[in-house]
């Protein structure tokens, strides 16, 4: 059952626990770096969480990396398991892992018709209990002998501390440095007191570019054991005898197991399980990487409307005021959220669905809006109202890869999930230099802001930038000058680097009255993306659109903007914390300010539109961010009227039985819409990975325009 | 008919010849001399003195109009932003540029000619475009006219 949330007694039990909500952390920041101190760089793409049989994957470590960053060519990589414990060994390979024909019996892509039925990929699929799905008791030298810690189960699982500090991280090191890629290992935190976060405490990993003696995750192990809700054992990681305590903490260390030497527990009613106390670890465990690797740890909230509400005595769940929590607790840590969930091809979008957590326990939003959380995909909702405060918070997407459903690995179809860069990317901004492409500066570049993140190749470049209107400059000369700047740019897969001007993640500081000019340019790859199919995408079909599902076209991008009132105060509940919709959860002076298609942008070649957006005298602190899609507005049961992406969970309900019951609402009444689609009384309805394939969005981080007698944007450089 | 540091000789005899303070040497150094107090003023903008300086003032004529910003609007935002510079210095400083290759032409009877050259950013990608705009020729001196458009950019 879920229980009611209440403000008072969150406040309270925080408070009376270990005070550890400080007072927002107002951070004093310069404006946007000159031009000539910042380092050229490039975007480049990633996705930091995916699984493999070392929690509830299905694959191989190397498999899961060789589909991520070989089939599906990302730049970087974080192979992140939940926490916890598991019992099979994902460093076994498939058997072989080598170039094999196609698994399934499926026609070779070698021979198939394109696009091809199969992905190329090493690696059969591997049955139970052959490869990554054999046990750690069964496949170790002395068996269960070298599992280590607390457990009592045959076979014996392994907690992960154990799997990351002995066993993954050697492989992870050395598929990084094989692949000369950067590629790291993470965890998938269950938060204590929520659901999950994707973090990563990189200190002392050693992937590529790095050579030599070989590196360890003994700290992302560490934070594994210390911090992870599922992690209960107590063996303080055996011969590693750690010690979860953190410098000046005094309160939450006094609550810290003389035995375990962690906080053991998480939200509950009574003894270790107290009210709210899952999150008040869940801060220690932010203030534990603060302290730690400041540097290069990043602790990011997966996929957070999915399991409801927040629930001061189940984990499950984020409110507002959580995320204002991590980000006061260390706002060079706790930077963002993945908004934009993986699970994309399942049958309720992203997992999220009514009942998620139970009867009643709905997901927030109930459904993903064309893909994204209601967190983030609702003009004027909680991502707006983080950003109205001036905060660093940040926009990620992720895939989430655990398998295909009832497809194989290397089948292109999926009832479940898409492969890390198959669908959904995370485009990153990394400063070329003596650091070039590394670990650290795509942790660099996440922390920054200066990154994008889409889904199904819709763009594959954006330089977006506003400057102050220089008024000294004819006003069409200068608006010339800065979209060529972005043109430049985007042709570079660069960032414009003009004094005076700021990009994603960034602040530009003007004087009150000043013009701003917005330009944004984007790349609309030409050609086909991942998606296998062509037939025409049903979604624009219904509005006499033809368009192959595999070819889209960006329809159209929507400058948001909203004005930045300051930092909320954690004393202030009422507009600190509360619910999705609520006042605390939004910012009424968020809206769309300008819509781009192809009537008023300018087509450059190569699939490039370059666009400007001026705005007059400014008065108020204020941010822009972009979203765009590939869907026109009033697209029915896609968009609304303003372009506002709709429910999926209305187009694409959840059928609760085996057998599909209830009819989705857009058909698949092409020839080519393939067998696995929702079918009720012979009639097909876009669903899982055709629903996903044909509802596209891209958003951008903000920029922030900072006015010199209105509010200081505190989190943004 | 172009007006330009390297095509002087048919200035006197073309379009210019409307002009009555205009002669051909003197219009083409009138060009430079514009063209180099534009960019001395430009780059004075990085600083709090020259965005007040007699100098950016002196570039635009008194019935500047481009895109709804009057002379006044403008040297009131470079005064708003020197004001700034002194109690702020995150300031962003205007982005800058400088003028180059100046084209004159297409001068009606009351001195107004289109002024067609490159704009150039270097602060650390070059970026460069061309541009038009009108300017005004009076007493032997180029001003900066503007499109004379009341209607601001959007």
Same mark, same amino acid.
């Given at each position: 059952?879920?229980?009611?949330?209440?403000?008072?007694?969150?406040?309270?039990?925080?408070?009376?626990?270990?005070?550890?909500?400080?007072?927002?952390?107002?951070?004093?920041?310069?404006?946007?770096?000159?031009?000539?101190?910042?380092?050229?760089?490039?975007?480049?793409?990633?996705?930091?969480?995916?699984?493999?049989?070392? =929690?509830?994957?299905?694959?191989?470590?190397?498999?899961?990396?060789?589909? =991520?960053?070989?089939?599906?060519?990302?730049?970087?990589?974080?192979?992140?398991?939940?926490?916890?414990?598991?019992?099979?060994?994902?460093?076994?390979?498939?058997?072989?892992?080598?170039?094999?024909?196609?698994?399934? $019996?499926?026609?070779?892509?070698?021979?198939?018709?394109?696009?091809?039925?199969?992905?190329?990929?090493?690696?059969?699929?591997?049955?139970?209990?052959?490869?990554?799905?054999?046990?750690?008791?069964?496949?170790?030298?002395?068996?269960?002998?070298?599992?280590?810690?607390?457990?009592?189960?045959?076979?014996?699982?392994?907690?992960?501390?154990?799997?990351?500090?002995?066993?993954?991280?050697?492989?992870?090191?050395?598929?990084?440095?094989?692949?000369?890629?950067?590629?790291?290992?993470?965890?998938?935190?269950?938060?204590?007191?929520?659901?999950?976060?994707?973090?990563?405490?990189?200190?002392?990993?050693?992937?590529?570019?790095?050579?030599?003696?070989?590196?360890?995750?003994?700290?992302?192990?560490?934070?594994?054991?210390?911090?992870?809700?599922?992690?209960?054992?107590?063996?303080?990681?055996?011969?590693?005898?750690?010690?979860?305590?953190?410098?000046?903490?005094?309160?939450?260390?006094?609550?810290?197991?003389?035995?375990?030497?962690?906080?053991?527990?998480?939200?509950?009613?009574?003894?270790?399980?107290?009210?709210?106390?899952?999150?008040?670890?869940?801060?220690?465990?932010?203030?534990?990487?603060?302290?730690?690797?400041?540097?290069?740890?990043?602790?990011?909230?997966?996929?957070?409307?999915?399991?409801?509400?927040?629930?001061?005595?189940?984990?499950?769940?984020?409110?507002?005021?959580?995320?204002?929590?991590?980000?006061?607790?260390?706002?060079?840590?706790?930077?963002?959220?993945?908004?934009?969930?993986?699970?994309?091809?399942?049958?309720?979008?992203?997992?999220?669905?009514?009942?998620?957590?139970?009867?009643?326990?709905?997901?927030?939003?109930?459904?993903?809006?064309?893909?994204?959380?209601?967190?983030?995909?609702?003009?004027?909702?909680?991502?707006?109202?983080?950003? $109205?405060?001036?905060?660093?918070?940040?926009?990620?997407?992720?895939?989430?890869?655990?398998?295909?459903?009832?497809?194989?690995?290397?089948?292109?179809?999926?009832?479940?999930?898409?492969?890390?860069?198959?669908?959904?990317?995370?485009?990153?901004?990394?400063?070329?230099?003596?650091?070039?492409?590394?670990?650290?500066?795509?942790?660099?570049?996440?922390?920054?802001?200066?990154?994008?993140?889409?889904?199904?190749?819709?763009?594959?470049?954006?330089?977006?930038?506003?400057?102050?209107?220089?008024?000294?400059?004819?006003?069409?000369?200068?608006?010339?000058?800065?979209?060529?700047?972005?043109?430049?740019?985007?042709?570079?897969?660069?960032?414009?680097?003009?004094?005076?001007?700021?990009?994603?993640?960034?602040?530009?500081?003007?004087?009150?009255?000043?013009?701003?000019?917005?330009?944004?340019?984007?790349?609309?790859?030409?050609?086909?993306?991942?998606?296998?199919?062509?037939?025409?995408?049903?979604?624009?079909?219904?509005?006499?659109?033809?368009?192959?599902?595999?070819?889209?076209?960006?329809?159209?991008?929507?400058?948001?903007?909203?004005?930045?009132?300051?930092?909320?105060?954690?004393?202030?509940?009422?507009?600190?914390?509360?619910?999705?919709?609520?006042?605390?959860?939004?910012?009424?002076?968020?809206?769309?300010?300008?819509?781009?298609?192809?009537?008023?942008?300018?087509?450059?070649?190569?699939?490039?539109?370059?666009?400007?957006?001026?705005?007059?005298?400014?008065?108020?602190?204020?941010?822009?961010?972009?979203?765009?899609?590939?869907?026109?507005?009033?697209?029915?049961?896609?968009?609304?009227?303003?372009?506002?992406?709709?429910?999926?969970?209305?187009?694409?309900?959840?059928?609760?039985?085996?057998?599909?019951?209830?009819?989705?609402?857009?058909?698949?009444?092409?020839?080519?819409?393939?067998?696995?689609?929702?079918?009720?009384?012979?009639?097909?309805?876009?669903?899982?990975?055709?629903?996903?394939?044909?509802?596209?969005?891209?958003? =951008?981080?903000?920029?922030?325009?900072?006015?010199?007698?209105?509010?200081?944007?505190?989190?943004?450089? | 008919?172009?007006?330009?540091?390297?095509?002087?000789?048919?200035?006197?005899?073309?379009? *210019?010849?409307? *002009?009555?303070?205009?002669?051909?040497?003197?219009?083409?150094?009138?060009?430079?001399?514009?063209?180099?107090?534009?960019?001395?003023?430009?780059?004075?903008?990085?600083?709090?003195?020259?965005?007040?300086?007699?100098?950016?003032?002196? *570039?635009?004529?008194?019935?500047?109009?481009?895109?709804?910003?009057?002379?006044?609007?403008?040297?009131?935002?470079?005064?708003?932003?020197?004001?700034?510079?002194?109690?702020? &210095?995150?300031?962003?400083?205007? &982005?800058?540029?400088?003028?180059?290759? &100046?084209?004159?032409?297409?001068?009606?009877?009351?001195?107004?000619?289109?002024?067609?050259?490159? *704009?150039?950013?270097?602060?650390?990608?070059?970026?460069?475009?061309?541009?038009?705009?009108?300017?005004?020729?009076?007493?032997?001196?180029?001003?900066?006219?503007?499109?004379?458009?009341?209607?601001? &950019?959007?």
């Amino acid at each position: 059952m879920s229980k009611q949330f209440n403000l008072r007694h969150t406040a309270l039990a925080v408070s009376a626990l270990v005070g550890l909500i400080s007072v927002a952390a107002v951070q004093t920041a310069a404006a946007a770096d000159k031009a000539k101190t910042k380092a050229a760089g490039t975007y480049v793409t990633g996705d930091f969480h995916n699984h493999s049989t070392c =929690s509830d994957g299905s694959l191989s470590m190397k498999k899961l990396i060789d589909k =991520s960053v070989k089939t599906f060519g990302l730049d970087w990589f974080v192979q992140a398991d939940h926490g916890g414990s598991s019992a099979r060994n994902c460093t076994l390979s498939e058997d072989p892992f080598e170039p094999v024909a196609p698994a399934l $019996g499926l026609t070779s892509s070698a021979t198939g018709p394109y696009p091809p039925a199969t992905f190329p990929s090493a690696g059969q699929p591997a049955a139970t209990l052959k490869g990554p799905n054999q046990s750690w008791e069964s496949t170790l030298p002395n068996g269960r002998a070298d599992i280590k810690g607390d457990g009592t189960a045959t076979p014996k699982a392994m907690w992960r501390w154990q799997e990351i500090k002995e066993f993954q991280y050697k492989v992870t090191e050395d598929e990084s440095r094989a692949r000369q890629k950067p590629i790291w290992i993470g965890v998938e935190q269950n938060a204590p007191g929520h659901e999950h976060v994707s973090t990563t405490v990189l200190q002392g990993q050693k992937p590529w570019p790095q050579a030599g003696v070989m590196g360890n995750a003994t700290l992302q192990a560490q934070y594994e054991y210390c911090f992870d809700r599922s992690d209960t054992d107590t063996s303080r990681g055996a011969e590693n005898q750690w010690d979860c305590s953190v410098t000046a903490s005094a309160n939450a260390n006094a609550l810290i197991d003389p035995t375990a030497k962690k906080i053991k527990g998480a939200n509950g009613t009574t003894g270790d399980n107290a009210i709210d106390k899952g999150h008040v670890k869940s801060l220690e465990g932010i203030r534990w990487m603060n302290e730690k690797a400041p540097t290069t740890s990043y602790y990011i909230p997966a996929h957070l409307e999915r399991a409801g509400k927040y629930d001061s005595i189940a984990n499950r769940g984020y409110n507002i005021e959580h995320l204002r929590d991590f980000n006061n607790t260390a706002p060079n840590i706790a930077f963002g959220f993945e908004s934009m969930p993986g699970h994309q091809a399942s049958a309720t979008r992203g997992e999220y669905r009514a009942n998620f957590g139970g009867p009643g326990i709905d997901s927030v939003g109930v459904g993903t809006y064309g893909g994204t959380g209601i967190y983030a995909a609702r003009v004027g909702g909680v991502w707006d109202a983080l950003l $109205g405060e001036g905060r660093n918070w940040w926009f990620f997407a992720s895939s989430d890869y655990h398998n295909r459903g009832q497809f194989g690995p290397d089948q292109r179809e999926s009832t479940q999930d898409f492969f890390p860069g198959e669908y959904q990317k995370d485009y990153v901004m990394v400063r070329k230099g003596t650091n070039n492409l590394s670990a650290e500066g795509i942790i660099d570049g996440l922390r920054s802001g200066n990154s994008f993140a889409g889904s199904g190749d819709l763009i594959d470049r954006l330089a977006f930038v506003a400057c102050v209107a220089n008024p000294a400059i004819p006003a069409a000369a200068f608006k010339t000058l800065v979209e060529k700047a972005a043109l430049n740019a985007v042709t570079k897969n660069a960032e414009v680097r003009i004094d005076g001007c700021a990009t994603m993640g960034e602040k530009i500081v003007v004087a009150p009255g000043a013009d701003v000019v917005v330009s944004i340019a984007v790349r609309d790859p030409q050609g086909t993306n991942n998606s296998p199919y062509s037939f025409p995408n049903p979604s624009l079909k219904q509005i006499n659109i033809t368009q192959p599902l595999n070819a889209p076209v960006l329809d159209h991008i929507d400058v948001i903007g909203g004005n930045v009132t300051g930092y909320v105060s954690p004393t202030n509940t009422a507009s600190y914390a509360g619910l999705e919709g609520s006042a605390a959860a939004s910012n009424s002076s968020a809206g769309i300010k300008k819509v781009f298609n192809s009537k008023n942008w300018t087509a450059a070649a190569d699939g490039v539109r370059v666009m400007s957006y001026r705005i007059a005298a400014v008065k108020l602190s204020q941010y822009v961010r972009l979203r765009g899609t590939n869907l026109p507005a009033a697209t029915p049961f896609e968009t609304d009227a303003n372009g506002n992406p709709l429910n999926d969970y209305d187009l694409i309900p959840q059928d609760d039985g085996v057998t599909a019951t209830i009819p989705g609402k857009v058909k698949c009444d092409d020839a080519a819409c393939p067998a696995h689609l929702r079918t009720i009384n012979g009639v097909k309805y876009s669903s899982f990975d055709v629903a996903g394939w044909a509802d596209l969005w891209f958003y =951008s981080n903000p920029i922030y325009v900072e006015v010199t007698n209105s509010v200081k944007v505190a989190g943004a450089k | 008919m172009n007006l330009s540091r390297t095509s002087l000789s048919t200035i006197l005899v073309s379009a *210019l010849m409307t *002009l009555s303070a205009c002669g051909g040497s003197d219009s083409t150094s009138a060009v430079d001399s514009f063209v180099s107090k534009v960019n001395a003023a430009y780059a004075g903008l990085a600083t709090s003195s020259g965005l007040t300086s007699a100098a950016v003032a002196d *570039l635009f004529d008194a019935k500047y109009l481009d895109m709804g910003s009057k002379k006044t609007d403008v040297l009131g935002t470079l005064s708003a932003n020197s004001a700034a510079l002194a109690t702020s &210095p995150e300031l962003s400083l205007f &982005p800058l540029a400088q003028v180059t290759n &100046p084209v004159i032409s297409n001068c009606d009877a009351n001195s107004v000619c289109t002024l067609n050259a490159t *704009l150039i950013n270097s602060d650390a990608d070059t970026t460069s475009v061309d541009f038009s705009t009108k300017v005004i020729f009076v007493a032997g001196v180029f001003y900066f006219y503007g499109d004379q458009s009341s209607t601001s &950019p959007t």
